[in-house]
């Protein structure tokens, strides 16, 4: 989850989609990240939550045996390591980017880049 929020972060920085998130309000009218809090509105926040409780309940998403690889225990166990350290540095590189655009709206322009919203200068 934490690999698709860093990814999502950036992606939005480039491609917008070309529909209505509810009636009057298009994609390209949201803010990127944390600004995007106010401007969706309630019953979206209320799909969002619903949506991950029925996850957590029914357990939609889970262990499936499609797509696995037939690898032996110690390179299993091996790969599973190391998407566990990439999950715990996209978690870090999801609340950096976080720290950074909340601190563009508490005092905008503090790094020098007054157009910057959100942690990404290199695609300005």
């Known amino acids: ?3 698709l929020a860093v990814v999502g972060y ?3 920085e480039i491609y917008r989609f070309p529909f209505d998130i509810s009636p009057g309000l298009k994609c390209a009218d949201v803010p990127n990240g944390v600004a995007a809090i106010d401007a ?3 019953l979206g926040w209320a799909q969002i939550i619903f949506f991950i409780g029925a996850v957590d309940y029914w357990g939609i998403l889970g ?3 499609v797509g696995k690889l037939p690898l032996e225990a110690d390179m299993m166990e091996k790969r599973k390591l190391c998407e566990l350290q990439h999950g715990r540095i996209a978690m870090l590189a999801t609340l950096e980017l976080f720290r950074h655009d909340s601190q563009n709206l508490v005092s905008p322009g503090f790094d ?4 910057l919203i959100t942690g990404l200068p290199f695609l300005y």
């Open 1 to 3: 989850v934490a690999q």
């Open 10 to 12: 950036v992606v939005q």
């Open 40 to 42: 969706i509105p309630a």
């Open 63 to 65: 262990d499936f045996e």
């Open 112 to 115: 020098g880049l007054d157009n």
